[in-house]
């Protein structure tokens, strides 16, 4: 069965002044939240999560995405994304991870808003008003770390102990007065390449 929502919920949070110096551009973050009933809840160690991910998974991706894109004004508007999802107590780590892990789920998100870059992510198990974290990224560019931001919100009912907290966040511009460069100088100073970071 698809995923039984108890409520939706939207937070769009605008930065104006930060650091006593106003924005040139107000950094915008939204955030698009369902509360569902955990699908393996009552049902001990369930071994295949596969069936209820099927369900479930396809439908939440639509439904956060269409909210995002209708309060960003469309999904060429996003730069920053990611995920996040909190299971309640009586859930698994591995149930929110479930949900939100799996291509039919950010699939319809990252082709909404033409990206190439992974969706940032956040999975932790907590009782309601359990902080929500969203780590985002630019959706283009994971060097670029001027949109590595996070959003914190909470929902003040929720996760029940047999629900989980879904969520899909998003950026429209990063941080007002980013001046910490990008990932790209600190290769180039450290003399190691792009695709092997590390150097090893």
């Not at 209820?52 to 209708?70: K, N, S, Y």
């Not at 009912?157 to 989980?164: H, L, S, V």
Request: proline residues 6%; negative net charge.
């Amino acid at each position: 069965m698809p995923a039984a929502i108890r409520k939706t919920l939207l937070h769009v949070e605008n930065t104006l002044i930060e650091g006593g110096k106003t924005a040139p551009s107000p950094l915008t973050m939204i955030a698009a939240m369902a509360v569902i009933q955990n699908p393996w809840a009552g049902q001990g160690f369930v071994e295949d999560l596969g069936s209820q991910i099927r369900d479930c998974a396809p439908g939440l991706g639509l439904l956060l995405t269409e909210m995002i894109l209708e309060a960003a004004g469309g999904g060429d508007r996003v730069e920053g994304y990611g995920k996040s999802a909190i299971v309640g107590l009586n859930g698994e780590v591995e149930h929110a991870s479930a949900l939100i892990h799996t291509l039919q789920f950010g699939n319809h998100y990252r082709n909404a808003v033409g990206a190439k870059s992974y969706l940032s992510f956040c999975n932790t198990r907590g009782p309601a008003n359990a902080p929500l974290m969203i780590p985002l990224m630019d959706k283009n560019d994971g060097g670029k770390r001027s949109h590595y931001l996070t959003i914190q919100t909470s929902v003040a009912d929720a996760p029940a102990a047999d629900e989980i907290l879904i969520a899909l966040g998003a950026s429209i511009g990063g941080r007002p007065h980013h001046r910490i460069g990008d990932r790209y100088q600190d290769l180039k100073e450290l003399g190691h390449d792009v695709d092997n970071p590390a150097a090893v």
